[in-house]
């Protein structure tokens, strides 16, 4: 993978979807600057999951001009979030929150991934981009999950089993909610953000959302590289962009 692959998807895919007929979903993913030239609205996210990393992220699509629904098991519970958000962002269900999102951004615990893939399978393989922040930890999701996991091709292709049809992009997998707030934006060299999946229309999508969040994301290939996307692995943490092609490209 040449950085000019990656650097082309965005660009390329622009040019695809307004051919055609949808380049406004092309359009949107851009920063929000290109919102307040007044072309077209952004894109609606809908978060399935706000807890830690969940909220950490949705703050930064919201500062960055994405409406957020975010969502969860107990979304009563998530008002206050929503509120000290200001008004891109509110709560929801987990059914409004698929039905709300141009696009999805899947940010719970693995062991819920069959269980929301059973209920909104069919809605969430209806979206252009799925992005996938989940891990599986054998502490939190059972050691018998992480075993399936590992025997299904690693997180990437297994999200994709548990997800059947949805155009999913890892991202964000070993960027500590602790930190992912204070990285975006990084004066001097940006934070980079690796990423994997198979559609490039969904990889363009990611990568606009992910620069307007003030990150630089890098393809490392396709979803069965999404594997590689877990915390405790090389491309953990916080590494330049250039560092991550480096890093990448030892990989297999
Ligand atoms: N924490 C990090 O720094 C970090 C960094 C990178 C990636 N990740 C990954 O991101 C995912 C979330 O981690 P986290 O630390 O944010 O966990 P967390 O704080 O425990 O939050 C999990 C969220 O998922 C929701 N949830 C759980 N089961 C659900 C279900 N069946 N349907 C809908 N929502 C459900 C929870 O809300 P309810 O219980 O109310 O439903 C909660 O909002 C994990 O896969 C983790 O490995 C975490």
């Known amino acids: 993978m040449t950085r000019n692959d990656t650097i082309g998807h965005d660009r390329r895919d622009f040019l695809r979807l307004a051919g055609l007929g949808l380049g406004s979903m092309a359009l949107v993913a851009r920063p929000a600057g290109a ?6 609205a952004p894109l609606k996210i809908g978060s399935i999951g706000a807890g830690r990393m969940g909220s950490a992220l949705g703050a930064l699509f919201v500062k ?6 975010f969502s969860s098991r107990h979304p009563e519970s998530l008002k206050d979030l929503a509120k000290s958000l200001g008004p891109l962002a509110q709560a929801g269900t987990v059914d409004q929150a698929v039905a709300f999102g141009d696009v999805i951004v899947m940010v719970v615990p693995y062991s819920a991934l069959e269980e929301i893939g059973k209920a909104q399978g069919r809605a969430l393989a209806a979206k252009p981009l799925l ?3 989940c891990n599986p930890i054998a502490r939190r999701d059972g050691a018998e999950l992480v075993k ?4 299904n091709g690693g997180a990437g292709l297994a999200s994709a089993k548990l997800l059947p049809g949805s155009r999913i992009v890892r991202a964000f997998n ?3 909610y602790r930190k992912v707030g204070s990285d975006a934006h990084r004066p001097g ?3 980079g953000v ?3 999946g198979d559609d490039p229309k969904a990889i363009g999508i990611a990568e606009g959302i992910i620069r307007a969040m003030g ?10 590289m999404g594997k590689h996307l877990v915390p405790g692995t090389p491309l953990a943490e916080e590494h330049s962009a250039a560092e991550i092609r480096q890093i990448a490209a030892t990989l297999r």
């Open 35 to 40: 919102r307040a030239q007044g072309t077209t």
């Open 64 to 69: 960055a001009g994405y409406p957020v629904m």
């Open 131 to 133: 992005l996938d922040i």
């Open 148 to 151: 399936w996991v590992d025997e």
């Open 174 to 176: 070993a960027i500590s």
């Open 189 to 191: 060299t940006l934070v």
């Open 194 to 196: 690796p990423i994997a």
């Open 215 to 224: 990150f630089d994301p890098v393809l490392i290939g396709g979803l069965a």
